[in-house]
Structures are given as C-alpha cells and as structure tokens.
C-alpha cells in the first residue's frame, strides 16, 4: 500500500486534468446518468440528496419505468430522488435495462452480506467493465470487509473512469484514514472539497484524517461543516464525539453521542463510547444504563461485555460483575480482558482461590504486568500463604519501582513475617512515592515493633493531621502515648 500511496500522486495531477478536460470538452450527451449507475451509487452509500445533485449536474440518460423507479427504491432511494428523476426530462430513448447482478448485489448489501454482493458486483461488472459507478460501489463492499488495497484499486478505476466525481476523493481519504494515513487522508478529502465544497462526506473524511493525524480540534470543526451540510448522519456526530472525547470535551461527547442515538436508536457503537465517557465523569449508574442497552442491540460484542462487567466492579455490585464477565468468557473464550476485574469480585467474595485462578490467566496473557502481580499477591495474602504473596510483590516492585501500593503490600507481608528492618524499608519507599495517612500509618506500626517509640509517635501523629475522620489513627496514638508513660515509669 505504501508504493500505492506514493504512485498516487502522479495519478492524482493527472486525474485533476482529466476532470478539467472532462468538464471542458466532454459533450453533454456523454455523461449523462442512466439507472444503472443510479442503483451502484446508492448501494455503494452515496445517499440520495447527492445522487439528485449528480443527476441534475450531468442530465438523466433515459426515463426511468415504473419498474425501476420500484428497483430504486428497494435500492434505498427517498422519495425525493424519485421525485426528481420522474420530474426530468429525458431522452425519448428506451431505458436501459438494470443488470440483475446489480439489483441482487443491492439486496445483498441491504442484508449486510458484503461479500455476496461483492460477487454479484463483480459479476455485473464482466457485462459492463466501463462503467465507473459499479466499480465505486465494488470498492465500497470490500471496504467492508477491509480488503484495502482492492478498495483502492477499485476506486482508481472509478477515478479513471468518472475524474469529476468528488466521491473517489472522498473514498480515497476514507481509505488511507484506515490505514492511518492521515496526511495522504486530509489530502483527498480536500481535493474532493476543492471539487464540490459543499461535500458534507469530504468534510466528514477530511475530519477523520485530521482526528488520526491528533488535530482534534480542527476534526470538530471539519464534522461541524459536515454537519451543517447534512445534519441527519448519526455518523458524523458519533465520529465528533471520540474527536470531542480525545481532546478532553466530556461534555460535548455526550451531546454528540447522544445526538447521534437520536438519529440511529440502535447505534451500539454510540451507546458503548457514550458509556465509556459516563464512567470517566463518575456517573456510573448511567454508564450501566448506556452498556446494557449497546448490550441489548449487539449481544454478541465482547468488548460491550467486558467494560460493562468492570462497570459493575466499580460500582461495587461484585455479583452482577461476576455473571456479566462468566458469560463473556463462556461466548468468547478467547477473550482476554477482564480476568483482574473477575479477580476483585471473588476477592470481594472471599472467593480467594477463583481469585487467583482468574489473575493467573491474566498473567499469562500479560506476564510483565506489575498490577497482575501485586493483586495475585494480595489475593494469595487473603488466602493465606504469605510465601507466595511474597514473590509476586517482589515481582510487582520490581516491574514497577514506583508503585506505592506495591511496595507498602511488600512491606505488608514482609512485617507479618517479622522481617522488620526489610519491612520499614518498603514502607518508608512507599511513604516516599505517596505521603498518604494509611503509609504513615504502617510504618509506624513496623516503628513500634521495633520499639522506636518516638519515631512511631511522628508518624502517627502526621496520619493523623492527614485524615482526623480516622479513629484508628488517634487511638492508636493514644496507646502508644500510654505505651511510653509506663515504659518511662519503670
């Protein structure tokens, strides 16, 4: 693809003056749109209100029959494109006939049976290898099925075939955004824009170019003049929001996504991402509501059940995680996320042996991950066998020296092992990291072992000045102050 990508711009400068020939010098008569290529543009998603224009720009070839304004329609044309091919005048002569291939290609597509329709297309095209809108919508069945560089080839072909036709640009960019490409993207979608700037689709591509090229805001404003051309595509606003989401807009995620489940109620894609920016703002219940419904529509999406178990994990309902997460693994075996998440609900259980069971999965799959370590250490700590425990933190800190929680575990064990002078060692890097109440707190309590009273006394009195709400820190304090008195007076 990357020689693709550069040969592209020789095809490019000699496309741009073809289109000017082609729109020069091409006689009228020669352009002119026929059903065919009506019904192949339709199939491939240019929608009707541009197919209108492109018909309006280029003159009707023949007038369609009743028949095929039928065909059209099951094709996906609205009223208002029939209404204005049944209004145009036409050449007296008969219309041609639309190939059967291409008719069944149509229905195929509506059913989301890409490759059947690929075949059909493919076949309709041995009949007719010179018409520019069967190749075009041939490129837009393997684009979904992400067969790239055929896509690509396909729309050369379009290109070569049809040079005035903005689509191809705007095909062009969609493709190299896939390939994460963004430049060569922004490119063809301005080219399209430079060809017809009213466009909304190359506003749209050229949004994603610049969304994959980490100009988000630029991507907002590129959706928002999509917008303003065609304000009724659930996806221009679903691809605003994940640029509005990646620049740090929760806000404005939200009324793009839920614009966008406005428009299409059953847009999973839309209910999920608008679910991911609930759980970050902290509206958990909401982010629930938005996972159960992209559930609902798209049961067998793995990545919906997983996110929407580790929701439940973080709103501490560990049951309904469990079922959520069991169930994902039994649909999709091979799924590997969310073990660490099935981990903590069993450890919330004090279910400690399916606890470890699930983080020895998830070790496999990740067996540098120090927070795998740490929690297998944890939940081998609960389950009480302190030696294992102690590996897996030794393991932890050293995959991740700056972790405060895996050196104050570390710490832990080392302590109730009696390993005191090691111990205070942790805790004092774990205070060192993070100078929280709790850390005070533990190394104090390694300090009083070894009856280093004054030091613990500090350190108590810190964890308390940290967090006065905290009983514990004050009673304890008032203990040792005890402890100390009597030591003094014997």
């Not at 439940?312 to 309904?320: K, N, P, R, T, V």
């Amino acid at each position: 693809m990357k020689l693709k990508s550069l040969l592209f711009w020789l095809f490019a400068l000699w496309v741009a003056i073809a289109a000017a020939d082609s729109i020069d010098s091409k006689p009228a008569g020669q352009t002119q749109i026929n059903q065919t290529q009506i019904i192949a543009w339709l199939t491939a998603g240019i929608p009707s209100y541009r197919v209108a224009q492109l018909v309006q720009q280029h003159g009707l070839a023949s007038v369609p029959t009743q028949e095929q304004l039928h065909q059209l329609e099951s094709a996906g044309a609205t009223a208002n494109l029939i209404q204005t091919l049944s209004a145009m005048k036409a050449p007296a002569s008969p219309a041609t006939q639309i190939p059967p291939a291409l008719l069944k290609a149509a229905d195929e597509n509506r059913r989301q049976h890409y490759h059947e329709a690929e075949l059909h297309l493919r076949e309709a095209l041995r009949g007719d290898p010179q018409n520019a809108a069967l190749h075009f919508a041939l490129a837009a069945m393997l684009r979904q099925q992400s067969q790239w560089d055929d896509a690509f080839d396909e729309i050369t072909q379009s290109a070569r075939l049809m040079p005035d036709l903005p689509e191809n640009h705007s095909a062009f960019a969609y493709i190299f955004y896939r390939l994460d490409d963004g430049p060569n993207a922004i490119a063809e979608a301005r080219t399209a824009l430079s060809m017809d700037p009213q466009n909304a689709e190359a506003y749209q591509f050229l949004g994603l170019g610049l969304y994959s090229s980490g100009q988000y805001r630029p991507a907002v404003h590129a959706f928002a003049e999509s917008l303003a051309r065609e304000g009724d595509n659930p996806d221009t606003y679903y691809d605003m929001g994940i640029a509005l989401h990646a620049d740090g807009n929760l806000r404005g995620a939200v009324t793009a996504y839920s614009k966008a489940i406005h428009l299409r109620p059953d847009f999973w894609e839309a209910h999920s991402n608008l679910a991911l920016v609930f759980h970050e703002q902290g509206k958990l219940p909401e982010a629930v509501a938005e996972y159960r419904e992209a559930k609902r529509i798209a049961p067998e999406q793995a990545s919906v059940r997983n996110n929407l178990g580790n929701t439940y994990c973080d709103q501490g309902e560990y049951e309904a995680a469990i079922v959520e997460l069991k169930d994902l693994y039994r649909q999709h075996p091979e799924w590997q996320q969310g073990h660490g998440c099935l981990a903590s609900a069993y450890m919330a259980k004090k279910n400690y042996d399916d606890a470890v069971s699930e983080l020895q999965i998830a070790l496999r799959q990740n067996p540098t991950g120090s927070t795998e370590h740490r929690v297998l250490g944890q939940a081998l700590l609960l389950d009480n066998r302190p030696e294992d425990a102690l590996r897996e933190f030794r393991l932890a800190v050293s995959l991740n020296p700056d972790s405060d929680v895996s050196h104050h575990f570390l710490g832990t064990v080392l302590f109730q092992q009696q390993q005191l002078q090691a111990a205070e060692k942790e805790f004092r890097e774990a205070l060192r990291l993070k100078p929280s109440a709790d850390n005070h707190y533990s190394l104090a309590a390694c300090l009083m072992s070894l009856d280093r009273y004054e030091e613990a006394l500090s350190e108590l009195e810190l964890a308390s000045r940290l967090d006065p709400e905290r009983q514990l820190y004050r009673a304890r304090r008032e203990e040792l102050l005890k402890l100390m008195k009597g030591s003094n007076a014997r």
